[in-house]
């Protein structure tokens, strides 16, 4: 059973578009979620992180918790070419030394 | 730049060979992470030190041997490989703290793309 899973993409928006990435986990004593963005044959780097249900909003990104569905999302409002990435959703369980990683979703913003 | 460095950024090597993967980060963190990252797979902890000694290993195979002589520098040993080991191995630092709070992000080094012929 994979613990977090996300749909691999390539996800497509135009320019100016709302993008959604959605990502779902499996334990359900997960306690910190984060959004991390990888360029090609870049380093992750972190976005966002959330703890607690609800939206969580940063400039043009909104992370979005739903413990009871085991679910997290990540919004990036007026789209831009420079999102074009792969977007890493990762999860971490209280107690464990280990973030754990769902595939990434490979967006693409079309100018 | 995120403050960890790793080196080298490429690497070829026969399946007899011996090599090191080194990563350094001088932010003060003292938690740092090897992960393997293959294509179409999620990113995978290879192992974990927290204060220099080793507390995670994930059943790595033996021909990968860590080694942390100190906070700042962590290195990935490699000996015998497979090409199946092929991938981008990529090191990570934090603070240690009691969990994955705020301000306690993983800082990614650019990784090492590894191909085993």
């Known amino acids: 059973q994979k613990e977090v899973e996300q749909n691999s993409g390539p996800l497509s928006v135009p320019e100016g578009a709302i993008a959604s990435l959605n990502c779902t986990y499996s334990d359900r004593g997960s306690q910190s979620f984060f959004w991390y963005r990888q360029y090609s044959g870049k380093s992750p780097e972190l976005i966002m992180f959330i703890y607690s249900n609800g939206d969580k909003e940063d400039g043009r990104f909104t992370a979005q918790l739903n413990k009871a569905s085991q679910y997290v999302s990540l919004l990036i409002r007026d789209s831009q070419p420079s999102d074009s990435a792969t977007y890493l959703c990762?999860?971490?369980?209280?107690?464990?030394?280990?973030?754990?990683f769902g595939t990434g979703t490979r967006l693409t913003v079309i100018p | 730049e995120t403050g960890v460095t790793q080196t080298p950024r490429h690497l070829v090597m026969g399946m007899t060979n011996k090599k090191s993967l080194k990563c350094e980060q001088h932010l003060g963190h003292n938690a740092m992470y090897w992960y393997k990252q293959s294509a179409k797979k999620p990113l995978e902890l290879m192992f974990v030190y927290s204060l220099e000694e080793r507390v995670e290993n994930n059943s790595v195979p033996s021909r990968f041997s860590p080694e942390c002589p100190n906070s700042s520098h962590l290195f990935l040993h490699l000996h015998t490989l497979q090409p199946e080991d092929s991938a981008l191995y990529l090191c990570?630092?934090?603070?240690?703290?009691?969990?994955?709070?705020?301000?306690?992000?993983?800082?990614f080094g650019q990784g090492t793309r590894l191909t085993v012929v």
């Open positions: 990570a630092s934090r603070p240690k703290t009691r969990g994955w709070g705020m301000n306690t992000e993983a800082f």
């Open positions: 990762a999860v971490h369980s209280a107690g464990a030394n280990n973030l754990f």
